[in-house]
Nanobody
Framework: QVHVEESGGALVQPGGSLRLSCAAS????????IGWFRQAPGKEREWVGC????????YYADSVKERFTISRDNAKNTVYLQMNSLKPEDTAVYYC????????????????????WGQGTQVTVSS
């Protein structure tokens, strides 16, 4: 049984940093690309970025580029989302998702490509 779980969400002040983790079990983790998405209240789900199965390729949404970094440790079956210079508009529930097609491209922003999803973790940026 596949299980995907995000952790690390918290309340943080504007300009602060936070690192989210995405842990998965029940699948061949190093075969899957991982995407991060977020959804703010009253808004549609938004793609944040993604990382290929081998970690050699990443893509980011323009809204987070140069502030957020995705990395992975396949030995720990975990992907990380390092978020710096956080803004109030980054407030959302953050989700990670696994895609068996291990490569990524700009098309990886399509949530329909992802087979397995976590339940999300809340990030609130506020003073």
């Amino acid at each position: 049984q596949v299980h995907v779980e995000e952790s690390g969400g918290a309340l943080v002040q504007p300009g602060g940093s936070l690192r989210l983790s995405c842990a998965a079990s029940g699948l061949t983790f190093d075969a899957y690309a991982i995407g991060w998405f977020r959804q703010a209240p009253g808004k549609e789900r938004e793609w944040v970025g993604c990382i290929s199965s081998s970690a050699d390729t990443t893509y980011y949404a323009d809204s987070v580029k140069e502030r957020f970094t995705i990395s992975r440790d396949n030995a720990k079956n975990t992907v990380y989302l390092q978020m710096n210079s956080l803004k109030p508009e980054d407030t959302a529930v953050y989700y990670c998702a696994a895609d068996l097609y291990g490569s990524v491209s700009p098309s990886s922003k399509n949530y329909e490509y992802y087979e397995y999803w976590g339940q999300g973790t809340q990030v609130t940026v506020s003073s």
